[in-house]
């Protein structure tokens, strides 16, 4: 249903490989709680843009999809933390057609407007 590859800018995103309706379950990710005393260590390393931040002060590396779908002030898909399942659900926001790339609003809310940590190339 998804496949990872290079975009023309960005460097990798999540390619849809077939469509889907908005609502509809897109992904379901596992993810490794990071204690919130090793949150500041992982802003160290290579995995600081790839965490979510978790319930209270966590975080939250997410297996599978989820860590590599990329950021939009207009997405296609928003994602859902499910904290006492330990998973994360990417859903569909928005028709998204075969090909297309999903992409997620990195604040949490798909209409949040507030700057990220890098420069947005859409």
């Known amino acids: 249903m998804l496949v990872v590859r290079d975009t023309e800018i960005k460097g990798r995103g999540v390619f849809a490989q077939r ?3 908005p609502g509809e379950i897109i992904d379901i ?3 490794i709680v990071i204690p919130k005393q090793q949150v500041k260590l992982i802003n160290h390393t ?3 843009n790839y965490y ?3 319930h209270g002060e966590s975080g939250a590396i997410a297996l599978g999809y ?3 779908f990329n950021h939009s002030y207009q997405p296609n898909a928003l994602y859902v933390k499910k ?3 330990q998973v994360i659900e990417i859903i569909a926001y928005k028709y998204i ?3 297309q790339e999903i992409t ?3 604040n949490g809310n798909v209409d949040d407007l507030t700057p990220i940590w890098f420069d947005v190339v859409d």
């Open 66 to 68: 989820a860590s590599l």
């Open 104 to 106: 997620i609003n990195y």
């Open 52 to 54: 979510f931040g978790w």
């Open 97 to 99: 057609r075969e090909g």
């Open 46 to 48: 290579v995995l600081c």
């Open 19 to 21: 469509d889907f309706e």
């Open 29 to 31: 990710a596992n993810v």
């Open 83 to 85: 904290f006492d399942q």
